[in-house]
Nanobody
Framework: QVQLVESGGGLVQPGGSLRLSCAASGFIFDINTMRWYRQAPGKEREFLARITSNIGTYYTDSVKGRFTISRDNAKNTVYLQMNSLKPADTAVYYC?????????WGQGTQVTVSS
């Protein structure tokens, strides 16, 4: 079965950096588009970035220039490098993929940006 396991979250000061990882299994990773979302308390889940099988990337405006999505097909892992973090980036971050007509989510990893 499809599994997505996020890691790398934590507490960071404003202006700091974190790299999130999402280890995937149960589907053909290297042909599938992977996405990152986040959800802050009291807010809807927000799309952040996606990366296609041919390494095409797309970002929402709020993270463009600060976040970078990448993938390592040999490790079945997608990454989200987050730089210049702000308190407004505090949220639970989720990995996502769509496979055989179903949407799959990881359990999420908490990112807290605070001094």
């Amino acid at each position: 079965q499809v599994q997505l396991v996020e890691s790398g979250g934590g507490l960071v000061q404003p202006g700091g950096s974190l790299r999130l990882s999402c280890a995937a299994s149960g589907f053909i990773f290297d042909i599938n588009t992977m996405r990152w979302y986040r959800q802050a308390p009291g807010k809807e889940r927000e799309f952040l970035a996606r990366i296609t099988s041919n390494i095409g990337t797309y970002y929402t405006d709020s993270v463009k220039g600060r976040f970078t999505i990448s993938r390592d097909n040999a490790k079945n892992t997608v990454y989200l490098q987050m730089n210049s973090l702000k308190p407004a980036d505090t949220a639970v971050y989720y990995c996502n993929t769509y496979w055989e007509t179903r949407n799959y989510w990881g359990q999420g990893t908490q990112v807290t940006v605070s001094s």
